[in-house]
């Protein structure tokens, strides 16, 4: 039985999950959950995730739920497949998970709302919110920057979760105005050129309507 994704390639916590299937070459069928009829709020989709929430994904008997739990479940129930994104249990892999979702995500993501989701659905942008998350994006960049100048990937050596969980939301704000937050840090750039590269995220961002 095919692995199941409910969500949509617009969605970038949908792609996280996506973005780790790819990497362990796992067949999966996306099942696209319509957000504007409120298909996420009925009883069927509601009992998959009680939050009324994308992504979902139905791994056999396995319901998953939040885009972070699903990519980790991945890495490690599918550890031998594909790419090996959990290869050693560290210290500096834990933090490095813990510092996305904390510290990288919040700032991103809402510059990525305001810049680029918003004007998608004909929303209007609230640009002094923008500046103001990227405000907070660009102090997070500056540790990246002096971090990335002695790690080849945030972990360390190699390509691991903690690098691919960042992934969809630094592609969206390179399609937004504020791009220069991570084209001008040298360090930050080659780091995204390096991980980018990667056939899986190539695979991925095919499929991404922006």
Known sequence: MAIKVYGLTLSNNALRA????NEKELEYELCPV?????????PDFLALNPFGQIPVV?????????????????ATKYKESGADLLPVSSAKLETW???ESSQF???????????????????????????????????VLDVYEAHLAKNK???????????LNHMPE???????PKA????????VKAWWEDISARPAWKKTAASIPV
């Open 170 to 176: 630094i592609y969206l704000l390179l399609k937004s």
């Open 97 to 99: 998970l813990q510092v």
């Open 34 to 42: 319509d957000l504007q009829s409120g298909a996420h709020k009925k």
């Open 105 to 139: 995500y919040p700032a991103i993501s809402g510059i990525n709302f305001e810049l680029i989701i918003k004007p998608m659905l004909g929303m209007t942008t609230d640009m002094s919110n923008a500046e103001k998350h990227a405000e907070k994006l660009s102090a």
């Open 58 to 74: 139905q791994d056999g008997d396995d319901v998953i739920f939040e885009s972070r739990a699903i990519t980790r479940y991945i």
């Open 153 to 163: 990937y945030v972990a360390g050596d190699v390509f691991t979760l903690a690098d």
């Open 180 to 187: 220069e937050l991570i084209t001008s840090r040298p360090h």
């Open 18 to 21: 996506i973005a780790a299937l």
